[in-house]
């Protein structure tokens, strides 16, 4: 456990936006922050898709894992995060809760036709994310060192 504040992404089933989502605010918050992802209904696997999609970035995912929401509901997590409808409603309130935020998302894992076609939808929410995550984990920085 860390002394930084727990971040807590949730999506439906914790596979591919909320992963990603993760690995973005890891990046931008790693000095002020703990950040998780989890799912309301995991699906206990990370996709191949967003595992390629970050990988082009030099983020690997490999060692990511879907988990539930349960896992963190005897944790303080200060702020949580959804990234898709279902998760937002079914989000329970968590120990130390100060924020809560919905950031909608369209999902990846929908996407129809040839990988190619697949992967580039992948690539369209990845960036999506990029930008909203690290633009938040460079806010909370900012914050934090600003109070020092």
Same mark, same amino acid.
Not at 15 to 21: L, N
């Given at each position: 456990m860390s002394d930084k504040p727990l971040v807590l992404i949730l999506c439906t089933g914790n596979?591919?936006?909320? =992963?990603? $989502?993760e690995a973005f605010l890891k990046k931008a918050g790693e000095k002020s %922050? *703990?950040? $998780?992802? $989890?799912?309301s209904k995991p699906s206990g696997f990370v996709h191949p898709l967003a595992i390629e999609a970050m990988h082009e970035l030099g983020i690997d995912l490999m060692d990511a894992r879907s988990k539930s929401l349960e896992e963190f509901l005897n944790r303080e997590v200060e702020t949580v995060i959804t990234v898709c409808g279902n998760a937002d409603q079914a989000c329970p309130g968590f120990p130390g809760q100060v924020r809560r935020y919905h950031w909608g998302f369209d999902d990846p894992a929908l996407a129809g036709g040839?990988?190619? *076609? =697949? %992967? *580039?939808?992948?690539r369209q929410v990845r960036d999506e994310l990029q930008l909203v995550f690290t633009a938040y984990g460079c806010g909370r920085v900012d914050s934090a060192t600003a109070g020092t």
């Open positions: 596979s591919c936006r909320s =992963q990603m $989502a %922050l *703990e950040v $998780a992802s $989890a799912g040839t990988k190619d *076609e =697949q %992967l *580039e939808i992948f």
